[in-house]
């Protein structure tokens, strides 16, 4: 009898077994054979979980980040679905390509009937972390900062009518006419299937916001420096520190960003100093940038301040896709900035901001160097990540 008393014990031990594998992502299917096979037909998708979570890098003070893994499968089919557009040929990612860094490699991009975009389109793969860098209380989002969620983003990207020409009824719609969305949707929500406007936003949500790029050269470098002791975050101390891994010419680029640069685009290609600035590109602007939503002088000719990972992959450059090499940039900033009366003070040759434009005057030495420099920011293991790529067949 003691024996036979065991036996629903065992069962249950054997039972509790079998869900920690699954719990632990051990030969676990997410889908039934009939739902994989329907997935089948239209994507190319794992039967297994795909594992979004991010470990940061010591340097940088963040921790370990963990995401939704079956939302943003579901948030990443919606980015790369071109039926999501008034006439079925534009997606989020016809206008923010993996190999480009999630940008464009035009001045502005295509999008519904032929139609240009309003402003260039910027790198998603330009931060460290979306969930870490953007968001409420963070930076805001487009160039003239007017969105504060990617749920707010997104719902602005669908309706303009230059680029997905939809508002959020009619894109719930045209996700339920897709059988293939079933199966995502009951892995992302369980039981409750049903397709809602914020179902859809939080997806594509979680799916931009688990994207990172904190692997390019120089946070090698960072880690590597980190980790003999020496400070990943004063300006000082990195401007005056030849970094390990860098080259000679490199480390010389390194100190004129961090001295010239970094002030506005973080000494570790981090946050800003402020969410936006005037560049001086023009002395009158065709776009006000932040201007146009506050009728405000001062905001005239103010756009966000983009950082800049991956800067190399993401040309045209500007809100207008004005300069297309980073040659072009380089030059504007040596010898071209515009005494326009909102230029931003770190570009004035005082700190009151007043006083004549700053001309850096770069010596061809000192720009090839910058450019080095510039290009340790490229990410490959984020441009080529399969867990980012069109799932569409």
Request: net charge negative; glycine share 6%.
């Amino acid at each position: 009898m003691k024996n036979r008393s065991l036996i629903p014990l065992l069962v249950m031990l054997i039972a509790i077994g079998l869900a920690s594998c699954t719990k632990d992502g051990i030969d676990v299917k997410l889908y039934t054979d009939s739902d994989y096979q329907l997935l089948k037909d239209h994507l190319d998708l794992p039967n297994e979980p795909t594992d979004y979570t991010i470990h940061f890098p010591e340097y940088s003070r963040n921790s370990r980040l963990a995401f939704n893994n079956q939302l943003v499968t579901l948030g990443k089919v919606l980015f790369y679905d071109e039926n999501l557009s008034e006439d079925k040929t534009i997606s989020c990612a016809s206008c923010h390509k993996q190999h480009l860094a999630f940008a464009d490699d035009v001045a502005f991009s295509k999008g519904i009937l032929n139609r240009d975009t309003d402003r260039n389109s910027l790198a998603l793969g330009s931060v460290f972390n979306f969930n870490v860098y953007y968001g409420p209380d963070r930076i805001p989002f487009f160039w003239d900062n007017r969105a504060s969620t990617v749920q707010e983003q997104t719902e602005q990207t669908f309706a303009n009518e230059k680029e997905m020409g939809m508002n959020m009824d009619e894109v719930v719609q045209r996700v339920q006419e897709e059988e293939f969305y079933n199966p995502l949707f009951k892995a992302a929500y369980g039981v409750d299937v049903t397709v809602t406007e914020d179902k859809v936003l939080d997806a594509i949500s979680e799916f931009v916001n688990s994207m990172g790029s904190y692997n390019n050269v120089y946070d090698q470098a960072l880690e590597k420096h980190h980790q003999a002791g020496g400070s990943t975050s004063q300006a000082y101390s990195l401007a005056n520190t030849d970094l390990p891994l860098l080259s000679a010419q490199e480390n010389i680029g390194k100190t004129l960003y961090v001295n010239k640069c970094g002030s506005c685009h973080g000494v570790t290609n981090g946050a800003p100093s402020r969410n936006d600035a005037n560049n001086g590109l023009d002395n009158v602007y065709a776009d006000n940038g932040i201007g146009l939503l506050t009728n405000y002088t001062g905001d005239e000719g103010m756009f966000k301040i983009p950082t800049l990972r991956n800067i190399a992959l993401s040309g045209p450059y500007m809100h207008d896709g004005r300069f297309e090499t980073l040659e072009e940039v380089v030059e504007h900033y040596s010898t071209g900035v515009q005494d326009h009366p909102n230029l931003s003070q770190e570009l004035r040759t005082n700190s009151w901001g007043s006083g004549e434009p700053i001309q850096f005057n770069f010596s061809s030495e000192e720009k090839e160097a910058l450019l080095a420099f510039l290009h340790t920011f490229t990410d490959e293991s984020f441009v080529n990540d399969v867990r980012y790529a069109d799932p569409f067949k």
